[in-house]
């Protein structure tokens, strides 16, 4: 087994089938899933929904995949294989260069979920929330992570990654999965992460970086008064560093970590103009 990708494989049919059931399957969906492993988790998503694309990078479990593995069952026909890396792959043109009819025809975003390596699961969840968006994303993470996705300000777990991810999706930590339920089993527990867009995103499309610039600096300097803070990462003067807390009505005594993510958007806007 080829330890060096992360690999924790989960077999057990009614955790599978608590994940499949949190992107609420449907037969018209469109389901891209990432790193299906030994493909436990697609057996149990491809009847469930219209049409599987799972993007596998480990060479042998993709070629596995296409075949079968011996005294397994076989993929079923709407599960489409990809071998590649999917930090290095556009997914949105792996799902259009994919000739399956329910791909070109489909009305609503597709759907993404996965197990996914913990050693790269802020890139991948980053990836997941690229324009346009998928109409759900559900990802089995590393527990501490989906602690601190789905953070709220003033708790040790809050930060950028907070900020980032809950200024465009709805983010919520449905239930834990114990490390004895993977082989190999992994060091720490998992969770399951669900992430629905917002229908009224803190930031638009053309913000989403520079806002995630700002906010990285600042919690930077996290345990430091915002007003220290925004002098020492966007270049204010002390002055106008109180001007903008004030203007958006934060004390300017006030650290970054217990900001809200539409305080963060309020004082990005305001330093930014």
């Known amino acids: 087994m080829p330890r060096h990708l992360g690999q924790h494989f989960l077999s057990d049919p009614a955790i599978l089938d608590r994940i499949v059931d949190a992107i609420t399957p ?16 697609t057996r149990r998503l491809a009847p469930r929904v219209g049409h599987v694309v799972a993007v596998e ?20 026909a709407n599960v489409t ?42 890139p991948l969840i980053e990836r997941a929330l690229q324009p346009p968006l998928p109409s759900v994303v559900v990802f089995l993470v590393q527990r501490e992570v989906a ?5 709220a300000p003033g708790g040790r777990t809050y930060g950028a990654l907070s900020v980032g991810v809950q200024a465009v999706v709805s983010a919520e930590r449905l239930f834990v999965v114990r490390a004895g339920a993977f082989r190999p089993p992994p060091k720490v527990d998992s969770a399951v992460l669900r992430l629905i867009p917002r229908s009224d995103p803190v930031v638009t499309e ?21 007003v220290r803070a925004l002098r020492q990462t ?36 305001h330093v930014t103009r």
């Open 26 to 41: 449907d037969a018209g969906d469109l389901v891209l899933e990432i790193g299906p492993g030994t493909g436990t988790l």
């Open 57 to 76: 990078r480990d060479r042998r479990l993709a070629a596995d995949l296409r075949r079968a593995e011996p005294g397994s069952s076989p993929l079923a």
């Open 81 to 122: 294989i990809v071998e590649g890396d999917a930090l290095a792959l556009d997914w949105h043109e792996v799902l259009r260069s994919t000739a399956h009819p329910l791909i070109r025809s489909s009305a609503h975003p597709p759907k993404i979920i996965g197990n996914i390596p913990y050693y790269v699961t802020s």
């Open 147 to 151: 602690d601190r996705v789905v953070a």
């Open 206 to 226: 053309t913000e989403r970086a520079p806002f995630r610039t700002f906010v990285v600096g600042l919690f930077g300097q996290r345990r430091k008064q915002l």
């Open 234 to 269: 966007a270049g204010l003067t002390a002055d106008a560093a109180a001007s903008a807390c004030e203007a958006i009505g934060v004390a300017p005594a006030a650290r970054p970590e217990t900001l809200t993510v539409a305080d963060f958007a309020r004082l990005f806007r």
